[in-house]
Nanobody, 120 residues
Framework: QVQLVESGGGLVQAGGSLRLSCAAS????????MGWIRQAPGKEREKVAV????????YYADSVKGRFTISRDNAKNTVYLDMNSLKPEDTAVYYC?????????????RGQGTQVTVSS
């Protein structure tokens, strides 16, 4: 059973930074992809950033390009999301996701979520 353990959420002022981490375990990880989606109250779920383990190709939502950076640590099977220049509209629950087939457009597992709150 794949398990995803997220950390790093919190409260930050607009313009500040946060780093989210997600460690995956319990599966056979080789050609997968990991990333983040977010859900804010009253808004549609949004795919934020995804990285393919093989090759490192990335996807970013237009709303975070230039501000967020996704990276991975192969040895720890961990994905990171460095969020800079945070805006109040970035406030949401951020969920770590895993696509076992390494796709950007689907995922098989989702973490429990971590709250990110950006105050104005």
């Amino acid at each position: 059973q794949v398990q995803l353990v997220e950390s790093g959420g919190g409260l930050v002022q607009a313009g500040g930074s946060l780093r989210l981490s997600c460690a995956a375990s319990g599966g056979t990880f080789s050609s997968h992809a990991m990333g983040w989606i977010r859900q804010a109250p009253g808004k549609e779920r949004e795919k934020v950033a995804v990285i393919k383990w093989s090759g490192g190709a990335t996807y970013y939502a237009d709303s975070v390009k230039g501000r967020f950076t996704i990276s991975r640590d192969n040895a720890k099977n961990t994905v990171y999301l460095d969020m800079n220049s945070l805006k109040p509209e970035d406030t949401a629950v951020y969920y770590c996701i895993v696509s076992m087939r390494g796709r950007f457009d689907e995922y098989d597992y989702r973490g429990q979520g971590t709250q990110v709150t950006v105050s104005s």
